[in-house]
């Protein structure tokens, strides 16, 4: 086709697996797609085959490679201290649902990488004014910003602080769960398989990914780091939650719902007991539907799913308050 492929990328254990394939082979190249370059089959073995290793641990920073059965994926779960990993734990940690530092973008995390001043979530917080200056476009001011906020990021809560930390799966909601089930980060940190289990929407395969991330020295020393530099929450209190007409319910937001934002929306549906779903589907147990609600109404009311107004929605959040 006019293409001249310089390289397949062999990621895939079970794929090289099942092709017998071996260091030396002569393979058959061809374009998945007419685009992707994929190797197809071994068509002249190696005179003196030379087995490929997957390596045990992580080749940049050495921690614990994580394979499930489910997934072809190998991953290292040295997430807060991998420099391969390090520009995006970095802007996750730094963004507004997360840490929320004002002013700590992508173009500043690269630049702070790229210039050695930072490798893990904890030096954000031991870095100086006159580090800062050496950074292509920093003014005075613009440090100074930065590191009022910075600052003003210690002072933040235990689901942010723990979805800060990019465990895989823990998003917001399941941080949620995590800080209201088990109260503080220490038990958390120490909770086993079964005890992540009993909270709620956490199966084995998250509970296995919270184990093995908290398990893992390096990052256990990060998180030090970080309480030791000054970032604290207030214990949480675990709430009784009042069951409601939304409680084990499924829901889906869509449309301006105009009496709440929806991030408000979503944490009113939380405390209700509510699991928020971002698409309508059979398992589906309610659409709450604001003004242009487009797509997704329509496939709820294909599916049957109960459809609540904004109005309707605000009625049953008072009455599950009083």
Not at 48 to 63: K, L, N
Not at 305 to 313: I, K, P, R
Request: aromatic share 4%; hydrophobic share 45%; with cysteine.
């Amino acid at each position: 086709g006019g293409v001249t492929v310089s390289n397949a990328t062999l990621h895939n254990a079970n794929e090289i697996e099942r092709l017998a394939l071996a260091i030396g082979d002569a393979v058959v190249v061809y374009r998945a797609g007419d685009v992707i370059p994929k190797v197809k089959s071994v068509f002249k073995k190696a005179a003196s085959p030379v087995e490929i290793q997957f390596p045990a641990q992580c080749p940049v920073c050495d921690s614990h490679l994580e394979h499930s059965e489910d997934d072809s994926v190998i991953r290292c779960v040295g997430g807060l201290i991998c420099r391969a990993q390090a520009v995006q734990a970095l802007i996750h940690f730094a963004s507004r649902k997360a840490m929320n530092i004002d002013g700590l973008g992508d173009k500043w995390v690269e630049q702070l990488v790229e210039e050695g001043l930072i490798s893990n979530l904890a030096d954000i917080y031991h870095l100086t004014q006159a580090q800062l200056l050496k950074l292509e476009r920093m003014g005075e001011k613009s440090s100074e910003n930065l590191l009022a906020a910075i600052e003003a990021s210690k002072d933040t809560t235990l689901p942010r602080f723990l979805f800060a930390l990019g465990i895989r799966e823990v998003g917001q909601a399941t941080a949620k769960q995590l800080a209201v089930h088990f109260g503080d980060l220490e038990t958390i940190m120490q909770a086993d398989g079964v005890a992540l289990e009993a909270v709620p929407d956490i199966g084995p395969i998250v509970a296995a990914h919270i184990v093995e991330f908290f398990s893992e020295t390096h990052n256990r020393d990060v998180i030090e780091r970080l309480i030791a530099a000054g970032v604290h929450w207030p214990k949480a209190e675990k709430k009784v939650v009042k069951k409601t007409q939304f409680s084990g319910k499924t829901v889906v937001l869509t449309g301006k719902l105009q009496l709440f934002t929806r991030d408000e929306a979503k944490e009113k549906l939380e405390q209700m007991g509510a699991k928020v779903s971002g698409s309508v589907s059979a398992k589906t147990d309610y659409l709450i539907a604001g003004d242009d609600a487009g797509s997704k109404l329509a496939k709820a009311e294909k599916l049957g799913v109960e459809v609540l107004n904004a109005s309707q929605f605000k009625a049953l959040t008072d009455q599950a308050s009083s």
